[in-house]
């Protein structure tokens, strides 16, 4: 059984351990720019850590709904729970959105005042929160695949999605969008990285 579990969870525990070094690495490549423009970033990405856990509690909900769906041999109704998952974080996604379109200035002057930081941390706001819809249908796919055991795919998405698709990127488009293709690297990564797990 101990066994089983670690076979299981390795992945999972890598998965994190691995992203995390990636968004340190990306960190990194933010701090050339200045502190002005880490501070207004970090702003900008514990924010939207508010908007991007309601498209993962949906996943989460989803890894448990295909998980007992498919223990009691309803393989129907497990991907019925996918596929409802889906279309709640979409929703979810919109919503959020629409509402961070027009509150998100305000938000981010709760933690600042400098001017040049709530600008640039409004600015890539307004880029990082539509990166939702991607990140959504990401989380609900990677809940399904935890959901039928399979954790070796949800580490290869997310070494993917971090590693190869946002930091290349990252490294590829500084020259020509500059600090913004920290911003739009969060998006392509996040919508590439849903498409491929859907």
């Known amino acids: 059984l101990i066994k089983k579990v ?8 890598l998965t994190y351990s691995l992203i995390n070094f990636g968004f340190f690495l990306i960190n990194m490549e933010v701090e050339k720019y200045g502190p002005l423009v880490l501070t207004a970033q970090t702003i900008a990405s514990n924010i939207n850590t ?7 509690s949906i996943g989460t909900t989803v890894t448990t709904m295909v998980s007992m769906n498919i223990g009691a041999g309803k393989s129907e109704n497990a ?7 889906c279309k709640v974080s979409l929703i979810i ?3 959020i959105i629409i509402l961070f379109w027009f509150i998100s200035k305000p938000l981010v ?3 600042q005042n400098n001017e040049v930081i709530v600008n640039l941390a409004h600015h ?13 249908i990401y989380m609900v796919a990677q809940g399904a695949f935890v959901g039928l055991g399979r954790t070796r ?6 070494l993917l999605r971090v590693w ?31 498409f491929l797990f859907f």
């Open 6 to 13: 670690l076979i299981l969870a390795l992945p999972s525990m």
């Open 50 to 56: 508010m908007c991007f856990t309601l498209p993962s």
């Open 79 to 85: 991907k019925q729970s996918f596929v409802y998952g």
């Open 93 to 95: 996604s919109a919503v």
């Open 109 to 111: 002057q709760l933690f």
């Open 124 to 136: 890539s706001l307004n880029i990082y929160t539509f990166s939702i819809i991607g990140f959504g």
């Open 153 to 158: 795919l949800p580490l290869l998405l997310g």
């Open 164 to 194: 190869f698709i946002r930091y290349i990127f990252i490294l590829i488009t500084k020259k020509w969008l500059g600090v913004d293709s920290v911003f739009w690297g969060n998006l392509v990564s996040n919508y590439a990285a849903g």
